[in-house]
């Protein structure tokens, strides 16, 4: 449907949510938010192996925010966990998200740790809606509209049959 007539190219321009731009935006979104996540994993474990210590230090800073004592106990006693944990975690959520591959559990991942960034960041030195929220939008985005499903290869692994033997994966693909 063309918004604009006179346009001799409005033809050719279709936004409807089930059409192809739409379809290219979400693949686009989720390749670039994979990068993002995996640049800064990869970064990590370039720079520090899997002994990232600012990980542990960073939770036991959270003291006034409002996950307060849950963050400070899991810096005080999984630190050895997390050093390891926090750049494979954004390396494999990076790579899931650029494949298209369980882009729905790696986004509730990178969900669960943009929730702690932006708790995290309890002064709010730039603002309540930052960059941390945005990124938390955008893994939302990506759970709620099956973004793998877009030029990613969760299409081709849900029409296996051992998916279409087992649906509930669909919760974990797409």
Do not use: C
Not at 50 to 66: D, F, H, I, K, V
Not at 88 to 111: D, K, N
Request: glycine share 12%; proline share 3%; aromatic share 14%.
């Amino acid at each position: 449907m063309s918004y604009q007539a006179a346009n001799p190219l409005a033809e050719d321009f279709d936004v409807e949510l089930g059409g192809a731009w739409t379809a290219y935006w979400l693949a686009i979104v989720r390749v670039i938010t994979g990068w993002w996540f995996f640049h800064a994993g990869v970064t990590k474990l370039i720079e520090d192996g899997l002994a990232y210590s600012y990980g542990p230090m960073y939770l036991q800073e959270m003291t006034g925010t409002a996950l307060g004592p849950i963050p400070v106990w899991m810096g005080e006693n999984l630190g050895w966990a997390i050093q390891a944990l926090v750049p494979l975690g954004e390396t494999f959520i990076g790579l899931a998200l650029m494949a298209g591959v369980l882009v729905r559990l790696a986004s509730a991942f990178g969900a669960f740790f943009m929730t702690l960034f932006w708790v995290g960041n309890a002064g709010f030195g730039h603002g309540l809606v930052n960059s941390d929220l945005m990124g938390l939008l955008l893994f939302l985005t990506m759970i709620v509209l099956a973004t793998g499903r877009y030029y990613g290869l969760d299409a081709i692994i849900e029409k296996m049959e051992f998916v279409k033997q087992r649906p509930r994966l669909r919760y974990l693909l797409g």
